[in-house]
């Protein structure tokens, strides 16, 4: 029989946490420090090579316990237990969610429908592998028999973020006689530009959708064969030797034209912010080369398995997410700093912003219930130190509590001189300011002058995680993106909502292609949307000068 599980804000722990705040609002991290000598060894989790120093949250052993508790009102085992089995956990397009089963070791059995998917994920990685291999090396020649020197991945969302991501993060590790870019925007700027400078006859296109239907995308790839077969003398038979796609459905990369021996598929388990581990990973596979690509999946299973193995009280995602339903429910935070100390990492908070936002802006339970809590924070932020000389500013001084994730590693990929050491100098102190703050009987001490004073007073109280891991390596991002996804989920499961759609985005998808032909009509169309929009929509035309 299914256990039932009491609306969120009817849960024992839920209630004694509301009653909790209130008593660690008098309770600054400060004083905590002092009392306890151990805390910054205690309040920390290591599992697969990450370091997650929690400490420096607003928080009590008791909390911790109460969060726990909490976990387990919430039912967060079953639910974990529901995803790795491959039960249709996304409810609301009745799927599966199985982007572990993406990283799953060839020989493992996970079911979907009765069918054990491990099979097919390990074919199309080694389909994949064959073709990296063969663009690689050279051997896969383009229409006249130039060797591929440019790889352009055309995609948005899902089929863009995690490869941009990836690339940037894993550069070190890449093939530098290749150039690597990425088209996502309609705005045809972003292919003008990308494309500019590059030869045709030595350009593979990747089409990365996993519809094969995204506007944006599908208008990309269009303008990308115009641009191929212009410098290719219009010959159709080019399009097989510079395109590939990476999609679920292969009727309409066939439609497009695209062989599809040149494509790489997926399946509708994997949600598309989920999805740069599976062939949307093409492009990073090429970059890096299959071993690399490997290692990645290698370091996403051993977090997946930390997940679903290690007691909550010990499981670094587990922590993440209970860490922020904490802040975020009960300490009132609205958003999420992504603060790496590791230029790799730039495309970083970008990345982390979809997979947390998509996944948990919802405003409904699972069963359709409005929520009377918060869910998702929003998630923002950029690499340290540029940010400490722009927004920092706001987190140490401002009206607002923004709980902090610092990414930092043991190692530069490229060291030089003193940098690492004042990198990470950088980290520790700004985790260190933002929890302790700075007294006025401190500043006063300085000798500021009493006017200056209450300007120059910092709180603190600031609540931040540092991760700390060795290096930045293919099986580092791996962990670290697995981290968050588990993270997200662990969120998810507590606000008891569906973690795996995203009706805002397909919104979005169609309520363009209404407008598209209002605008490109030879004569007026009459508009039926409101006064402003009807307004805006004839200055464009009268901008553009249409009739
Ligand atoms: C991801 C979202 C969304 C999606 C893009 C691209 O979870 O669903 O960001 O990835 O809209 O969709 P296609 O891959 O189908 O083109």
Wanted: proline content about 4%.
């Amino acid at each position: 029989m299914k256990a039932t599980i009491k609306p969120l804000t009817q849960r024992p722990a839920w209630k004694a946490l509301a009653a909790h705040h209130k008593l660690i609002k008098k309770l600054p991290l400060r004083k905590l420090f002092a009392e306890d000598a151990k805390r910054g060894q205690r309040f920390t989790a290591e599992a697969a090579g990450m370091f997650l120093d929690f400490s420096k949250n607003c928080i009590t052993d008791q909390t911790l316990k109460l969060l726990l508790q909490l976990a387990g009102e919430s039912g967060l085992r079953g639910k974990m237990d529901a995803m790795f089995s491959g039960a249709k956990i996304n409810v609301t397009e009745n799927r599966a969610v199985l982007h572990v089963a993406l990283r799953a070791p060839k020989g493992e059995t996970i079911l979907v429908d009765g069918k054990n998917v491990v099979p097919e994920v390990h074919a199309v990685l080694d389909k994949m592998t064959e073709f990296s291999n063969r663009v690689r090396s050279g051997e896969w020649k383009g229409h006249t028999g130039k060797r591929i020197k440019n790889v352009i991945n055309i995609g948005i969302g899902g089929s863009d973020l995690g490869p941009v991501m990836a690339y940037e993060a894993l550069k070190h590790y890449s093939e530098r006689s290749l150039t690597f870019r990425f088209i996502s925007n309609v705005d045809g700027t972003d292919f003008v530009e990308v494309t500019r400078d590059l030869d045709p006859t030595e350009t593979l296109f990747i089409i990365s959708s996993k519809t094969f239907t995204t506007l944006e995308t599908m208008t990309n790839a269009q303008s990308a064969r115009d641009w191929l077969l212009a410098g290719l003398g219009g010959e159709v038979k080019a399009v097989a030797k510079h395109f590939a796609a990476v999609s679920t459905n292969a009727e309409k990369v066939s439609a497009f034209g695209i062989d599809t021996v040149n494509m790489f598929g997926f399946w509708d388990w994997v949600g598309g912010r989920y999805s740069m581990d599976s062939a949307i990973g093409l492009s990073t596979m090429l970059a890096v080369g299959p071993d690399n690509f490997r290692a990645l999946l290698a370091g996403f299973h051993e977090m997946d398995e930390h997940f679903r193995t290690a007691p909550f009280e010990k499981n670094l995602p587990v922590l993440m997410g209970l860490l922020s339903v904490w802040n975020n429910d009960f300490l009132g935070a609205q958003t999420v700093a992504v603060l790496p100390y590791e230029q790799y990492l730039k495309r970083f908070p970008a990345y982390l912003q979809q997979l947390t936002m998509e996944s948990n802006g919802k405003h409904v339970t699972l069963d359709g219930k409005k929520v009377n809590y918060q869910t998702g924070p929003v998630y923002w932020g950029e690499p340290g130190t540029n940010g400490q000389h722009s927004f920092y500013q706001l987190i140490h001084q401002g009206t607002r509590l923004i709980p902090c994730d610092f990414i930092a590693f043991g190692h530069a990929l490229t060291p030089l001189g003193r940098h690492h050491d004042i990198l990470l100098a950088n980290v520790f102190a700004q985790a260190e300011a933002l929890a302790f703050g700075k007294t006025a009987a401190e500043v006063k001490a300085e000798g500021t002058p009493d006017r200056l004073v209450p300007h120059r007073v910092f709180e603190g109280n600031r609540p931040s995680n540092v991760i700390l891991a060795d290096r930045l390596t293919p099986k580092v991002l791996g962990q670290l993106v697995a981290l968050y996804e588990h993270s997200v989920f662990t969120q998810g499961a507590i606000w008891n909502i569906d973690s795996f759609d995203q009706w805002g985005v397909e919104l979005g998808k169609v309520l363009a292609q209404r407008i598209v032909p209002e605008l490109e009509s030879e004569t007026a169309s009459k508009l039926k949307h409101d006064s402003s929009t009807n307004n805006l929509i004839r200055r464009y035309r009268t901008l553009k000068g249409a009739k």
